[in-house]
C-alpha cells in the first residue's frame, strides 16, 4: 500500500474530491498503480490531504462505480484489473483534456451553483451607456498609470456607499481598490505581521484558507454555533487575527446577531494588535428582518478591516473589490517603498464610479433584491412544505444559497450522486471543510440565482424523487 501526494487546487471549480477521483484514475490508467494494490484507508488519506473523510469516501465510491477500485468488507479498496475496459492512449496526456467538472456541467440540466449571479438581471443597456460616456469624455490621463490605492473619485464613491448602505464610517484614504478579494488578502499579507495566528472558522471560505497558507501566515479553525464564531473559543486559541463572515457566513448561512458582533468587538479591543477581517460576504441580500450594519460600523478601536466586492452583485467577471484599511494599517502600507500598481483600469473605475454616484447601483440591488427574494421564497416554500420528511432548511433569509440537513438518513455522498446521477448539481458542505468535521456529514447546499423560477421548480422535484428513495 503506497501513500499519495496528491495536488489539490481548492480554488479550482472542480470539487476536491473529483480531483482526488481523477488523481487515482490517472495513476491506473498509467499503469502507476497496479491490479490488485491496496489503497490507504479513507481515514487515512483524508489525514494526509487534510480533507474531510466523507470527500475520499466519496472519491473512493465513484471510483468503485466506474469499476476502478473493489471495495472489500473489512479489508479496504483495492485496484481493479481494468485490461481490456479501458486502453490509454500515451498521446492522451500531451492532448487537451475538459476538466471533469466543465463534463459533468455539460451533462447536467441543471446546476445549484453557489458562484453565479442571474445573468438576465446584469444593467446591459446601463452599462453600455456609462462606458460610451466615460470614454468620449476622456482625456490622455485616462490612459496612464493612476494612484496605487485606487482612485480618489472612485474611492469617494465606494466610502459614501458604505455609509449609507453598511454604516461603516471611513474617509477615502482608507480604501484600497483590487481585482477581487485575493489580490487585497496579498496586499493585507504585506502589512500583519506573519508570526501571527489568524483564527478561521470551519467550514469557511477556502479560498481565503489558502491565500492565508501561501503568504506563510499560521491558520488555525474553530468550530461555529448558531451564532457564528464563539468568542469563547476565539479566546482559547491565542490568535490575535481573526477572518469572519457576519452579515452571512459561507458556506453555513449564518448571520451573526448584534450581541456576538459587540463580544467579537470587544475581544478585539482588549488587546492592542487584535484584528478582525470582516469580509462582508452577500451582505446586499437580505430578504427578512431589517439589515444589520456592517460590523466595521460599530468598530471604535479601529481594529476593523472591511472587505467587499462588486462581483457578486453585479457579476464575477467583474472583478473589482475594496477593503477598508484601520488608519494606522494603511500608514504602515502607505511607509513601504514601491507600493503595488492598482490592478482594476481607470476606466473601470470611472464606470463604477458613475454607477455608484448617479444611483444606478442603488436601483440594480433593489430590482436584485427582487428576483433573488422571488426564487428563494419558492424554493424555501416548497423545501418546507413537500421536502420536510427529507431535509430541513437553514441559512435562509440571506444571500443565493441554502443549506439543507437530511433527516432521513441519507448521507452526504449518497445526495450527491444520487443528484448527479438525475443530471442536477448540488455541493456537499464537506467541500468547504479545511478538517473532517462530523457534523456535516448529512448537508448540501443549493444556489439558485443562476437558475430560473420553472427550472428550480423542475429541480426541486426531480431531487424530492431521487432523495426520498431508501
Same mark, same amino acid.
Given at each position: 500500500?503506497?501513500?499519495?501526494? %496528491?495536488?489539490?487546487?481548492?480554488?479550482?471549480? &472542480? /470539487?476536491?474530491?473529483?480531483?482526488?477521483? $481523477?488523481?487515482?484514475?490517472?495513476? %491506473?490508467?498509467?499503469?502507476?498503480?497496479?491490479?490488485?494494490?491496496?489503497?490507504?484507508?479513507?481515514?487515512?488519506?483524508?489525514?494526509?490531504?487534510?480533507?474531510?473523510?466523507?470527500?475520499?469516501?466519496?472519491?473512493?465510491?465513484?471510483?468503485?462505480?466506474?469499476?476502478?477500485? $473493489?471495495?472489500?468488507?473489512?479489508?479496504?479498496?483495492?485496484?481493479?484489473?481494468?485490461?481490456?475496459?479501458?486502453?490509454?492512449?500515451?498521446?492522451?496526456?500531451? $492532448?487537451?483534456?475538459? *476538466?471533469?467538472?466543465?463534463?459533468?456541467?455539460?451533462?447536467?440540466?441543471?446546476?445549484?451553483?453557489?458562484?453565479?449571479?442571474?445573468?438576465?438581471?446584469? /444593467?446591459?443597456?446601463?452599462?453600455?451607456?456609462?462606458?460610451?460616456?466615460?470614454?468620449?469624455?476622456?482625456?490622455?490621463?485616462?490612459?496612464?498609470?493612476?494612484?496605487?490605492?485606487?482612485?480618489?473619485?472612485?474611492?469617494?464613491?465606494?466610502?459614501? !456607499?458604505?455609509?449609507?448602505?453598511?454604516?461603516?464610517?471611513?474617509?477615502?484614504?482608507? =480604501?484600497?481598490?483590487?481585482?477581487? +478579494?485575493?489580490?487585497?488578502?496579498?496586499?493585507?499579507?504585506?502589512?500583519?505581521?506573519?508570526?501571527?495566528?489568524?483564527?478561521?472558522?470551519?467550514?469557511? !471560505?477556502?479560498?481565503?484558507?489558502?491565500?492565508?497558507?501561501?503568504?506563510?501566515?499560521?491558520? $488555525?479553525?474553530?468550530?461555529?454555533? +448558531?451564532?457564528?464564531?464563539?468568542?469563547?473559543?476565539?479566546?482559547?486559541?491565542?490568535?490575535?487575527?481573526?477572518?469572519?463572515?457576519?452579515?452571512?457566513?459561507?458556506?453555513?448561512?449564518?448571520?451573526?446577531?448584534? *450581541?456576538?458582533?459587540?463580544?467579537?468587538? *470587544?475581544?478585539?479591543?482588549?488587546?492592542?494588535?487584535?484584528?478582525?477581517?470582516?469580509?462582508?460576504?452577500?451582505?446586499?441580500?437580505?430578504?427578512?428582518?431589517?439589515?444589520?450594519?456592517?460590523?466595521?460600523?460599530?468598530?471604535?478601536?479601529?481594529?476593523?478591516?472591511?472587505?467587499?466586492?462588486?462581483?457578486? *452583485?453585479?457579476?464575477?467577471?467583474?472583478?473589482?473589490?475594496?477593503?477598508?484599511?484601520?488608519?494606522?494599517?494603511?500608514?504602515?502600507?502607505?511607509?513601504?517603498?514601491?507600493?503595488?500598481?492598482?490592478?482594476?483600469?481607470?476606466?473601470?473605475?470611472? =464606470?463604477?464610479?458613475?454607477?455608484?454616484?448617479?444611483?444606478?447601483?442603488?436601483?440594480?440591488?433593489?430590482?436584485?433584491?427582487?428576483?433573488?427574494?422571488?426564487?428563494?421564497?419558492?424554493?424555501?416554500?416548497?423545501?418546507?412544505?413537500?421536502?420536510?420528511? %427529507?431535509?430541513?432548511?437553514?441559512?435562509?433569509?440571506?444571500?443565493?444559497?441554502?443549506?439543507?440537513?437530511?433527516?432521513?438518513? &441519507?448521507?452526504?455522498?449518497?445526495?450527491?450522486?444520487?443528484?448527479?446521477?438525475?443530471? =442536477?448539481?448540488?455541493?456537499?458542505?464537506?467541500?468547504?471543510?479545511?478538517?473532517?468535521?462530523?457534523?456535516?456529514?448529512?448537508?448540501?447546499?443549493?444556489?439558485?440565482?443562476?437558475?430560473?423560477?420553472?427550472?428550480?421548480?423542475?429541480?426541486?422535484?426531480?431531487?424530492?424523487?431521487?432523495?426520498?428513495?431508501?
Amino acid at each position: 500500500m503506497q501513500e499519495f501526494m %496528491i495536488p489539490l487546487n481548492s480554488k479550482s471549480e &472542480l /470539487p476536491l474530491y473529483e480531483q482526488i477521483c $481523477e488523481y487515482i484514475k490517472t495513476e %491506473i490508467q498509467q499503469g502507476h498503480l497496479k491490479a490488485e494494490e491496496k489503497l490507504p484507508s479513507s481515514r487515512t488519506l483524508a489525514k494526509s490531504l487534510s480533507v474531510s473523510r466523507s470527500t475520499v469516501e466519496l472519491s473512493y465510491d465513484q471510483l468503485v462505480s466506474e469499476g476502478y477500485l $473493489e471495495a472489500i468488507p473489512c479489508k479496504g479498496y483495492y485496484v481493479c484489473n481494468i485490461q481490456g475496459l479501458y486502453t490509454f492512449s500515451k498521446k492522451l496526456g500531451d $492532448e487537451k483534456r475538459i *476538466s471533469k467538472k466543465e463534463e459533468d456541467k455539460a451533462r447536467s440540466d441543471y446546476d445549484f451553483a453557489l458562484n453565479g449571479i442571474d445573468a438576465q438581471g446584469f /444593467p446591459y443597456n446601463i452599462w453600455q451607456k456609462l462606458s460610451r460616456r466615460v470614454l468620449k469624455e476622456a482625456d490622455s490621463s485616462l490612459f496612464q498609470l493612476g494612484n496605487p490605492c485606487g482612485e480618489q473619485g472612485f474611492r469617494q464613491a465606494v466610502a459614501d !456607499y458604505l455609509y449609507q448602505a453598511r454604516g461603516v464610517h471611513c474617509n477615502l484614504e482608507q =480604501i484600497l481598490i483590487g481585482a477581487g +478579494n485575493d489580490y487585497l488578502l496579498m496586499l493585507l499579507g504585506t502589512i500583519l505581521d506573519r508570526s501571527k495566528t489568524i483564527i478561521m472558522e470551519d467550514p469557511t !471560505y477556502l479560498t481565503a484558507y489558502y491565500d492565508f497558507l501561501h503568504m506563510g501566515f499560521q491558520v $488555525e479553525t474553530i468550530e461555529q454555533d +448558531n451564532n457564528g464564531l464563539s468568542v469563547r473559543e476565539l479566546e482559547k486559541t491565542g490568535g490575535e487575527i481573526v477572518y469572519v463572515m457576519p452579515s452571512h457566513q459561507f458556506p453555513m448561512g449564518t448571520v451573526m446577531p448584534l *450581541s456576538r458582533r459587540m463580544e467579537l468587538l *470587544s475581544w478585539a479591543g482588549e488587546k492592542e494588535g487584535r484584528y478582525i477581517i470582516e469580509d462582508d460576504y452577500d451582505s446586499e441580500f437580505r430578504y427578512k428582518g431589517k439589515p444589520i450594519p456592517a460590523l466595521k460600523g460599530f468598530d471604535n478601536h479601529d481594529c476593523v478591516i472591511y472587505m467587499g466586492t462588486f462581483s457578486k *452583485s453585479l457579476a464575477p467577471s467583474i472583478r473589482v473589490s475594496y477593503m477598508v484599511l484601520p488608519v494606522r494599517l494603511m500608514k504602515q502600507y502607505q511607509e513601504q517603498k514601491h507600493l503595488f500598481s492598482v490592478t482594476v483600469s481607470k476606466v473601470d473605475q470611472k =464606470i463604477l464610479e458613475l454607477f455608484l454616484q448617479e444611483g444606478y447601483y442603488q436601483r440594480h440591488l433593489n430590482k436584485m433584491r427582487g428576483i433573488y427574494k422571488g426564487k428563494h421564497d419558492f424554493l424555501l416554500k416548497y423545501l418546507r412544505e413537500e421536502m420536510s420528511q %427529507i431535509c430541513q432548511v437553514s441559512g435562509e433569509y440571506a444571500g443565493v444559497h441554502l443549506l439543507l440537513t437530511f433527516c432521513n438518513g &441519507l448521507t452526504e455522498q449518497e445526495a450527491v450522486i444520487r443528484a448527479k446521477a438525475a443530471g =442536477i448539481l448540488v455541493y456537499g458542505l464537506s467541500e468547504y471543510c479545511v478538517y473532517g468535521n462530523p457534523n456535516t456529514s448529512c448537508k448540501v447546499l443549493l444556489g439558485y440565482a443562476c437558475m430560473r423560477e420553472e427550472e428550480l421548480s423542475q429541480a426541486v422535484k426531480t431531487l424530492k424523487k431521487v432523495w426520498e428513495k431508501k
